[in-house]
């Protein structure tokens, strides 16, 4: 783990200075969460010197960690409390999970890719070992440990927002859905109430589409 003395917690402060602040995260625990959790440890390790730029980090496989202002603002909008029970869906390494982490004590993580799910296992074990890690479809969510009070997809939706009807399944009711709604060139950060997929858009935002929330490829004649 990385040192609090070290040049990438300098970078790590920065990050938060420069990209987080700006972008109107005011939500103080948010931004004492994106202190406290070295982006760098959830990064491969040829990218750990760019944690703190102001890019998502490819984790290979259409995989990424997104970019700090996104991840942050997704954070600040989805307004955690510590009693209520989340669901990040495309976790990937942890990282949006270790985040979250901070913010409630109730957090499972789903991941579709079982090496991406062993390694943020490993990962949130020291820094929040009460996040539930499971490996499954992330379009089927986890039942088991819901209803949810929030449902945050770390990444984007190509598909219709249909295809998000059994996750808004599994919120509790008042529960919240919050995921980036890709459409043309730039995608959109949506807030959902249970029931209103369409919700309201809230910022511009870039991400990957996660699995099985691409879209389609039509056919070829």
């Known amino acids: 783990m990385s040192s609090s ?13 420069r990209q ?9 625990g948010v931004i004492a969460a994106m202190l406290e959790v070295p982006r760098e440890d959830f990064a491969p390790e040829s990218l750990r010197a760019a944690a703190y730029s102001d890019s998502p980090l490819p984790l290979g496989g259409g995989r990424q960690i997104l970019e700090p202002r996104v991840q942050a603002k997704l954070l600040d909008l989805a307004e955690l409390e510590p009693e209520e029970k989340i669901l990040i869906v495309g976790a990937g390494t942890g990282y949006g999970a270790a985040l979250a982490g901070k913010l409630s004590r109730h957090v499972t993580a789903l991941e579709s890719d079982p090496a991406l799910a062993e390694k943020a296992r490993a990962l949130l074990e020291p820094l929040a070992p009460h996040v539930r890690v499971v490996v499954g479809d992330l379009t089927a969510g986890a039942p088991d440990s819901g209803p949810y009070d929030v449902i945050l997809l770390e990444g984007g939706v190509e598909t219709a927002l249909e295809s998000l009807e059994t996750l808004d399944s599994q919120l509790a009711p008042g529960g919240r859905l919050i995921f980036v709604s890709l ?8 807030l959902a ?27 070829v004649f």
């Open 20 to 28: 987080v602040r700006p972008a109107d995260v005011t939500r103080r």
């Open 5 to 17: 003395s070290s040049p990438l917690a300098a970078a790590r402060q920065a990050m938060v200075d």
């Open 183 to 190: 459409e043309g060139p730039m995608g959109r950060a949506r």
């Open 193 to 219: 109430a249970k029931g209103d997929l369409r919700g309201r858009v809230a910022f511009d935002a870039a991400a990957t589409a996660l699995p099985g929330f691409e879209r389609k490829p039509g056919f």
